[in-house]
């Protein structure tokens, strides 16, 4: 059997465009895989498709397959992309317009539906996995459910014979393994070979994290040419180790230390990491240098996959206010200081609990706390203040900003470059229900 390669074109939902170009045009590709779901952006989507009925797919969608489409057609490339997010048939709606208005006649779209499970999880009596408190007490402020689908449904469109794919919450090294599955003739059952699909989808599902971007750590870990930062390819044939690679001549690179790297990015547990299609371990896992910018893994194994799905419960949280201010020049960081102690002092007053309010310095003590944070060092001639509020109603968090402002003429002195926003907050946490409950759908359409 012949070798596959598959590209990732994206690891999120606002990755570059320009690499999957590259990909499409130059990486002799058989799949192109777009990744660009998380667990809010879909709760996001969801909130936009309940606004408007013909949205809730990709925003970048359309510069998406209008950079890609030309060049896949023309070199026969199958994209395969979960962009659908909570509305993958509005999303197909909208790529056969993008296709008729690029000339590409004769494009086999498919739909798959069905991870949309919100009518299930409230009907149930499932449990948040976070909390351990009933689902149901979020009933009223839920926004979005969708389970993690895995490979099967996207497979089914494969064989129906599209050539863009587009799901909503299937899970991301599902999108790889079903291309694998459909050409080899993987079982839903061969454990093994699922394993080691699943080890190809999690070494490129965050697309240019393998080949040198998020590993990059100047005068540490040094990666060439990272504004021009080509995404991963695997080659990956019926049996034996697979090669991650990327298109010769892009910035970036791939080595021994990017894909160990990538490997163990969130796993909890390299024996077991849960899928939808497959328990894989990952224990045994080898890789060896296979040329430049080439690096040969192997030694994934599976075993069965779980009788249930994890779901993504997207939820109403309240609002944040948040307001920002500048100190600089002698004394920056006491005067920043001063400035949070008095807003903190002012929201507690308006009946703020100090408990939901953060004042943070950023570039001091805002990312670690104040105990890690401490400064062995002089401090430093300029700072910004970030005070934050998580509230309940909108109209508290917008006092936020309004106390943040008012340190313009109250003290202390010198503050400036006053910003100020309010904003809903969505939450996620987990639940899981029976597969079985679980009906996907697969539509497809020609353009």
């Excluded at 199958?78 to 056969?96: C, D, H, K, L, Q």
């Excluded at 991650?244 to 390299?270: F, H, M, N, R």
């Excluded at 779980?306 to 944040?320: A, C, E, F, N, T």
């Amino acid at each position: 059997m012949k070798t596959i390669r598959i590209g990732c074109g994206a690891g999120f939902s606002g990755d570059r465009i320009d690499p999957a170009v590259e990909l499409a045009e130059r990486g002799k590709l058989d799949y192109l895989v777009f990744e660009c779901l998380a667990e809010r952006t879909i709760a996001i989507a969801q909130q936009a498709r309940s606004r408007d009925a013909r949205l809730g797919f990709d925003p970048m969608l359309d510069e998406r397959l209008e950079a890609v489409l030309p060049a896949c057609r023309a070199n026969g490339v199958t994209v395969i992309t979960n962009m659908g997010a909570a509305n993958p048939v509005a999303a197909v709606e909208r790529s056969r317009e993008i296709a008729r208005a690029l000339g590409q006649t004769g494009l086999r779209i498919a739909a798959v539906t069905g991870d949309d499970v919100l009518d299930l999880v409230t009907a149930g009596d499932g449990i948040v996995e976070e909390t351990g408190r009933p689902v149901a007490e979020l009933r009223d402020r839920l926004v979005s459910a969708n389970a993690y689908v895995g490979y099967e449904p996207v497979a089914e469109a494969l064989a129906a014979g599209a050539n863009l794919i587009i799901t909503g919450r299937c899970a991301d090294p599902s999108l790889f393994v079903a291309p694998l599955a459909h050409t080899f003739g993987w079982r839903a059952d061969d454990w093994a070979q699922l394993g080691r699909g699943t080890l190809v989808g999690h070494l490129l599902e965050c697309a240019g994290q393998v080949s040198g971007g998020y590993f990059a750590d100047p005068g540490f870990k040094d990666v060439p040419d990272l504004a021009g930062l080509g995404f991963p390819v695997a080659e990956v044939p019926a049996h034996g180790p697979t090669v991650i690679t990327k298109v010769p001549g892009s910035g970036g690179a791939v080595t021994l230390a990017t894909c160990k790297e990538q490997l163990l990015y969130e796993i909890q547990d390299p024996a077991a990491y849960v899928t939808p299609d497959v328990t894989a371990d990952f224990t045994e896992v080898s890789m060896a240098e296979a040329g430049a910018d080439r690096v040969a893994v192997d030694g994934a194994k599976g075993r069965s996959r779980p009788v249930s799905l994890k779901v993504s419960l997207g939820y109403r949280d309240g609002y944040i206010g948040e307001g920002q201010i500048s100190y600089a020049g002698a004394g920056a960081v006491d005067r920043a200081r001063q400035a949070g102690e008095i807003v903190l002092k002012r929201l507690v007053r308006r009946g703020i609990s100090a408990g939901n309010i953060r004042c943070d310095l950023i570039g001091v003590d805002a990312l670690h706390g104040p105990s890690l944070s401490a400064s062995r060092v002089e401090g430093p001639y300029e700072v910004r203040l970030r005070v934050t509020a998580h509230v309940d109603r909108a109209i508290d968090a917008g006092w936020v900003g309004h106390e943040v402002e008012a340190l313009y003429t109250n003290g202390p002195a010198g503050g400036g470059g006053v910003t100020k926003q309010v904003r809903e907050v969505l939450s996620i946490a987990s639940t899981f229900v029976d597969r079985r409950q679980v009906q996907c759908r697969v539509r497809v359409e020609e353009a």
